[in-house]
């Protein structure tokens, strides 16, 4: 082999390995997959302070204290809800924990919930956070943040959605309020979410 | 091995891995292109009622209708001072009248 051939040579491997990373590049982000989502804040679960209201779901399978500033309003039969209302009753604070009805598993909760507020209830809805293995008060859940947008009204919420499993019973807490308040609601909502007991 | 073939081999790898890479990301971001809100959802119309609890009780709600008749009595919460809209769907609940979503299970 002459010295020109093995120039030759030696381009082709530098094209073949260019060739190669560039491939790589693209694989990597062109691999299909859910758009990054911010990371789950921790939840650190602990009593609600005594000034704070409780109500237990029917059945006495779990407590949800909410803040003194809501007041408990009519749901489902079998559910618990409180809710913050502002001028012309606009839902400022919302809580709701509802025992768990459906197929909905610790396993697939984001995607379950986030399906659910599409075939149900909004127009869009779109993952913020979402995290497994949370602990609270008496048992373990998956929780999602996520934002929607309701069909009646075109009103943007933002919520976080646990479905907490106790030891013998499963449940559903949901923290919700309007996109736009979201940061300031977060806190309040979140200490009620980690407040919630589950037996 | 001649030069020629050698260039030849080189470009022709060159080409094909740029092509398999462009074509699996074409192929790759397809799936992303779907919408994520059903083909079927029907953004103007209300939310459909389901089979879920058929709630005899108020709901609360965003807003009030003008035209919204008071809820009956006996089931209106008597610590709230929410006014009920009525002509909503569902089971009348919050999330059928453009509130917040509960946490049922659509069942």
Known sequence: MTVHALRYARYALVALAAAAVITVTILALARPGRPPTQSFPPLVPAAAPGSWPRVTLPGGTAVLSYPPSLRQIHGDTDAVSAARLGPGNVIQLYLNATPRQGTESLTHWAAFRLALLRSDDATSAREVAAAEGVKFRGGTGSCVIDAYVTRIGAHHYQEIACLVQGRTNASVIVAAAPAASWARAYPLLFQAVAAYLVR | ?107
């Open chain 2, 1 to 107: 091995m001649s030069f020629t073939l050698v260039r030849s081999a080189a470009g022709f790898a060159l080409l094909a891995v740029l092509a398999a890479g462009c074509g699996t990301a074409a192929a790759a971001h397809s799936p992303a292109a779907k919408p994520t809100a059903p083909a079927h959802s029907a953004t103007t119309q209300p939310t459909a009622p389901t089979n879920r609890h058929q709630s005899p009780s108020a709901p609360a709600t965003v807003t009030a209708p003008p035209s919204a008749p008071a809820a009956p009595s006996v089931t209106a919460p008597a610590h709230t001072a929410n006014p009920i809209p009525q002509g909503n769907g569902g089971d009348q609940d919050a999330d059928n009248n453009g509130g917040p979503s509960d946490g049922d299970g659509n069942i």
